[in-house]
Nanobody
């Protein structure tokens, strides 16, 4: 079994910063190494979209957050963080941590989500 738990969301004014954290725990992550982790977000009435993902030290970002957000991963601790700077009201969403399938037919793992609310 595996579980992702996010933390760090909250209310912040535009221009402010927040750091989200996610810890992956469970026996499955002791058997299979986590090579990739990511952050997604879902605003009200919108689909869930990728914000940033990291694999082997290489990161990719959605165009809307490039230069403002930074993703980092600690492989030893199975944690991923998302440093968010210069936040905008349009960044308001529920943010989800993700671990892609660890094997071909395996499940994806999602956290419960953490709300980021950016006020203008």
């Amino acid at each position: 079994q595996g579980e992702l738990v996010e933390s760090g969301g909250g209310l912040v004014e535009a221009g402010g910063s927040l750091t989200l954290s996610c810890v992956a725990s469970g026996s499955i992550f002791s058997i299979f190494s986590i090579n990739n982790m990511g952050w997604y977000r879902q605003a009200p009435g919108q689909q869930r979209d990728v914000v940033a993902a990291i694999s082997g030290g290489s990161a990719v970002y959605a165009d809307s957050v490039k230069g403002r957000f930074t993703i980092s991963m600690d492989h030893a601790k199975n944690t991923v963080a998302l440093q968010m700077n210069s936040l905008k009201p349009e960044d308001t969403a529920v943010y989800y941590c993700n671990v892609p399938r660890l094997w071909a037919s395996g499940p994806e793992y999602w956290g419960q989500g953490t709300l980021v609310n950016v006020t203008s």
